[in-house]
Nanobody, 116 residues
Framework: QVQLVESGGGLVQPGGSLRLSCAAS????????MGWYRQAPGKQRELVAT???????NYADSVKGRFTISRDNAKKTVYLQMNSLKPEDTAVYYC??????????WGQGTQVTVSS
């Protein structure tokens, strides 16, 4: 049973920063693609960033230059550093693990609210 546990969400003012973490309970972590997705109220879940097993990254245009995804395979953890946060970044952020066979696992989500 794969479990993903997110942490690091919260309330932050516009222009502020947060770092999300996602710890995975899985036998072999390094071979999987990890990602962060988000879902704002009334909207569909959307991709924020992904990082592959060979550390290739991909970002949504809306977060390029502001967010950075990284992974620590020894800790079986993926991070999302979010800088210059905007009110439109407010959403529930979900961690995703995709296996080499394209099976997907999701965390429970962590709320990020950007507001003054």
């Amino acid at each position: 049973q794969v479990q993903l546990v997110e942490s690091g969400g919260g309330l932050v003012q516009p222009g502020g920063s947060l770092r999300l973490s996602c710890a995975a309970s899985i036998g072999i972590f390094s071979i999987n693609t990890m990602g962060w997705y988000r879902q704002a109220p009334g909207k569909q879940r959307e991709l924020v960033a992904t990082i592959s097993s060979n550390v290739r990254t991909n970002y949504a245009d809306s977060v390029k230059g502001r967010f950075t995804i990284s992974r620590d395979n020894a800790k079986k953890t993926v991070y999302l550093q979010m800088n210059s946060l905007k009110p439109e970044d407010t959403a529930v952020y979900y961690c995703n693990l995709m296996t080499p066979s394209s099976r997907n696992y999701w965390g429970q989500g962590t709320q990020v609210t950007v507001s003054s």
